[in-house]
């Protein structure tokens, strides 16, 4: 089940500026869904969302890139530090993309296998566990 989120619903949760995308909660994860460019203009903007999710104690954030077009170096910025805050958190971190875009600018700034990226939203739900750090994974090992 999924369900937008309001400013009401949560102090940690934070919804993005509409055009951004917007946050949601499924089956205990907070989900991210970006859209658009992911510049510097747009980071300021989907920073605080960002920081909301991984605020609480064992995050579990899933940042979902499927519709996004276009991501610098302010968007990359954002990737690391979000999963850097889910980890030190004891938490864990899904990264979502099938843009062939961005999944070479990942390779070429070696964060591929850091992120892992999952083609779909569902193969992040897919009962499968993000791998530890230990693997060069995106997540904490444990449950």
């Given at each position: 089940?999924?369900?937008?989120?309001?400013?009401?619903?949560?102090p940690t949760l934070v919804?993005?500026?509409?055009?951004?995308g917007h946050v949601y909660r499924r089956n205990g994860r907070t989900v991210v869904a970006l859209r658009d460019e992911i510049?510097?203009?747009?980071?300021?903007?989907?920073?605080p969302a960002l920081d909301g999710a991984t605020s609480a104690g064992s995050?579990?954030?899933?940042?979902?890139?499927?519709?996004?077009?276009?991501?610098d170096c302010s968007g990359l910025t954002l990737l690391c530090r979000a999963r850097r805050r889910a980890l030190d958190r004891d938490g864990r971190f899904?990264?979502?993309c099938d843009c062939p875009r961005i999944?070479?600018?990942?390779?070429?700034?070696?964060?591929?296998?850091?992120?892992?990226?999952v083609a779909t939203p569902d193969d992040a739900f897919g009962g499968q566990e993000?791998?530890?750090?230990?693997?060069?994974?995106?997540?904490?090992?444990g449950p």
């Amino acid at each position: 089940m999924t369900e937008r989120l309001s400013p009401t619903t949560s102090p940690t949760l934070v919804p993005l500026p509409e055009p951004c995308g917007h946050v949601y909660r499924r089956n205990g994860r907070t989900v991210v869904a970006l859209r658009d460019e992911i510049d510097i203009a747009t980071a300021a903007l989907i920073a605080p969302a960002l920081d909301g999710a991984t605020s609480a104690g064992s995050p579990h954030v899933v940042v979902d890139l499927t519709e996004v077009s276009f991501l610098d170096c302010s968007g990359l910025t954002l990737l690391c530090r979000a999963r850097r805050r889910a980890l030190d958190r004891d938490g864990r971190f899904w990264l979502v993309c099938d843009c062939p875009r961005i999944l070479r600018l990942l390779r070429a700034g070696r964060l591929h296998d850091l992120f892992r990226p999952v083609a779909t939203p569902d193969d992040a739900f897919g009962g499968q566990e993000a791998p530890g750090p230990q693997d060069g994974g995106t997540g904490a090992s444990g449950p």
